[in-house]
């Protein structure tokens, strides 16, 4: 809404008794100041096309981010958090990560430039938020458990993959009938408790946790199958193998003639 201020003549009457000349002046000098004059002699603000007045023009100000300097041209009436959007295509670093410093005070987002006193060429100070470089130091420390435990999980797989494969040719031995010792599978049921409890002792971080779960199960039932076939080993009989001997008959003796 525009707003509205009525002249008074000098005589306590309205402006409506100014001469024409007068009010031409008025109206002069207040269109210059952004006024304009109705016909009626009330003086209100200039309307600009549209309805919205045309915004400030920009300010340039330096920001000081470690040994670089950065001039950046931004409208007076921005936050600081657009003021960091602008930097993060300069420094590279996140509006997230940022910590911006003005008169000596560290700024929050929201907070405006103009009404916290910035105009043209004012200095700022840039540099990392400590909770970012808490946060970040945590995402490290996290992300190098995950890759531990992901390397732990991978050579017990590889472990488990050997052992699946002397299942495997127990299971067929088995299968056509062939007892083996019953040694070979307790052995493997041994092997595969101590990679057992070697999962249960790596940490469940992150995505290692599913790895873990695949590897557990695959254990749980390798024994499982050992289980089974050692039930079924212990049923057939064992293979005796007998040996056919060739007889020869005795040998002959030779008669030897003496002579005196």
Excluded at 11 to 28: E, H, K, M, T
Excluded at 30 to 40: I, Y
Excluded at 129 to 154: H, M
Aim: charged share 25%.
């Amino acid at each position: 809404m525009a707003s509205v201020m009525h002249r008074s003549s000098s005589d306590g009457g309205s402006s409506s008794g100014w001469s024409d000349a007068a009010v031409a002046v008025v109206a002069a000098a207040d269109e210059r100041a952004g006024w304009e004059v109705r016909p009626s002699g009330m003086v209100v603000q200039a309307r600009e096309e549209g309805g919205a007045p045309p915004p400030p023009p920009e300010i340039r100000v330096r920001v000081k981010y470690g040994g670089a300097r950065h001039d950046v041209a931004v409208s007076p009436i921005a936050t600081f958090g657009q003021l960091k959007k602008l930097l993060a295509a300069r420094t590279g670093l996140q509006p997230a990560d940022q910590q911006l410093t003005y008169r000596g005070r560290a700024r929050s987002n929201s907070e405006y430039l103009d009404a916290c006193g910035v105009k043209n060429k004012s200095k700022f100070v840039l540099a990392e938020d400590p909770a970012s470089l808490e946060r970040r130091y945590i995402e490290r420390q996290k992300n190098a458990k995950i890759e531990s435990a992901n390397r732990a999980i991978g050579a017990i797989a590889l472990e488990v993959d050997k052992l699946a494969d002397q299942i495997t040719s127990i299971e067929r031995s088995i299968s056509r009938g062939n007892k083996v010792a019953e040694v070979q599978i307790t052995t493997l049921i041994e092997l595969l408790m101590r990679h057992a409890v070697k999962l249960e002792s790596i940490p469940a971080v992150g995505g290692s946790t599913a790895q873990k779960d695949i590897q557990e199960k695959r254990v749980q039932k390798c024994v499982e199958t050992l289980d089974v076939l050692k039930v079924s080993n212990a049923r057939l009989q064992a293979v005796a193998v007998t040996t056919k001997w060739e007889t020869f008959d005795a040998p002959t003796t030779t008669q030897w003639e003496l002579f005196d």
